[in-house]
């Protein structure tokens, strides 16, 4: 990075808990995932938001925040970001959090960040690994109404009040300057997640994370969850797989030919 100037900044990470995906199974009766069956752990490219952000506060200054929304069960996941380089943890977590889709997800997220004492730049994946969508985090910057750079491969803040991204998109390389606050989700090139000390892992079981809920964030709970989301999964259907017939046809070669015509005339491959 090696920027020579020292700011408080305030870096926020947003880590969402997620499930081992070599373990997962799918419940298709209920339409969901069946979150008993497979071991929860941070959202991987979130850990690359997490390292950038610890990387930007050692070499700035200031403090990295990070917030994630799920049950209670989530302070696992921040204490893991707590145990990897994050000065604070929030969690926001409530029934009224339940059942939210990508939009009332974003609302609440950004809701929160706006309820800290001023941020300057928010980190994320560029997707989570059991969605998919990589909706969350330009909605977020959107809803807040700051400037974002997606699929960051490479970020560096080269002055006050600025950063330069690299990011990959539709097969080429952009190097933009963005301002202050903003938001930049970043792809696993980013950087190598650190590991995590025993005495860093034994202060973070120490820690206090934050419980927020609706009103913490000044959100009108109909807002948010479930009845807030304007999307939902109706049905789901897995797709048959693709059944290929093979013909072998030991002819001369005229009439394998002349075979093969009439098995293609006639639809015989499917």
Same mark, same amino acid.
């Given at each position: 990075?090696?920027?020579?100037?020292?700011?408080?900044?305030? !870096?926020? %990470?947003?880590?969402?808990?997620?499930?081992?995906?070599?373990?997962?199974?799918?419940?298709? #009766?209920?339409?969901?995932?069946?979150?008993? &069956?497979?071991?929860?752990?941070?959202?991987?490219?979130?850990?690359?938001?997490?390292?950038?952000?610890?990387?930007?506060?050692?070499?700035?200054?200031?403090?990295?925040?990070?917030? &994630?929304?799920?049950?209670?069960?989530?302070?696992?996941?921040?204490?893991?970001?707590?145990?990897?380089?994050?000065?604070?943890?929030?969690?926001?977590?409530?029934?009224?959090?339940?059942?939210?889709?990508?939009?009332?997800?974003?609302?609440?997220?950004?809701?929160?960040?706006?309820?800290?004492?001023?941020?300057?730049?928010?980190?994320?994946?560029?997707?989570?690994?059991?969605?998919? *969508?990589?909706?969350?985090?330009?909605?977020?910057?959107?809803?807040?109404?700051?400037? =974002?750079?997606?699929?960051?491969?490479?970020? #560096?803040?080269?002055?006050?009040?600025?950063?330069?991204? #690299?990011?990959?998109?539709?097969?080429?390389? !952009?190097?933009?300057?963005?301002?202050?606050?903003?938001? %930049?989700?970043?792809?696993?090139?980013?950087?190598?997640?650190?590991?995590?000390?025993? &005495?860093?892992?034994?202060?973070?079981?120490?820690?206090?994370?934050? =419980?927020?809920?609706?009103?913490?964030?000044?959100?009108?709970?109909?807002?948010?969850?479930?009845?807030? &989301?304007? *999307? !939902?999964?109706?049905?789901?259907?897995?797709?048959?797989?693709?059944?290929? /017939?093979?013909?072998?046809?030991? /002819? #001369?070669?005229?009439?394998?030919?002349?075979?093969?015509?009439? =098995?293609?005339?006639?639809?015989?491959?499917?």
């Amino acid at each position: 990075m090696g920027s020579d100037f020292v700011e408080d900044y305030t !870096y926020v %990470v947003l880590i969402k808990q997620v499930l081992d995906m070599d373990e997962v199974e799918f419940d298709y #009766e209920e339409g969901r995932i069946d979150r008993s &069956s497979a071991t929860p752990e941070p959202n991987p490219f979130d850990l690359n938001a997490l390292e950038e952000a610890v990387r930007l506060k050692e070499d700035t200054g200031g403090k990295v925040v990070a917030i &994630s929304m799920g049950p209670s069960q989530a302070e696992s996941t921040l204490r893991d970001g707590l145990a990897r380089g994050a000065d604070e943890a929030i969690l926001l977590t409530g029934q009224e959090f339940a059942g939210a889709d990508t939009w009332a997800t974003s609302l609440a997220l950004g809701r929160a960040i706006e309820a800290l004492e001023g941020y300057d730049l928010v980190l994320c994946g560029e997707k989570t690994v059991d969605g998919d *969508t990589g909706q969350v985090g330009p909605e977020v910057a959107e809803l807040l109404g700051i400037p =974002h750079v997606c699929f960051a491969s490479e970020l #560096e803040q080269t002055e006050p009040g600025a950063v330069e991204v #690299e990011a990959e998109a539709w097969g080429a390389t !952009y190097r933009k300057k963005m301002a202050l606050p903003g938001l %930049v989700t970043v792809t696993k090139d980013i950087n190598e997640p650190r590991l995590p000390s025993f &005495s860093d892992k034994r202060a973070a079981k120490k820690a206090e994370i934050k =419980h927020w809920g609706a009103e913490e964030i000044g959100e009108d709970p109909d807002n948010l969850g479930i009845s807030g &989301s304007p *999307t !939902y999964v109706a049905d789901t259907e897995i797709p048959p797989p693709d059944k290929r /017939e093979a013909l072998v046809i030991r /002819e #001369e070669v005229g009439d394998a030919v002349n075979k093969l015509l009439e =098995h293609v005339e006639l639809g015989g491959l499917g």
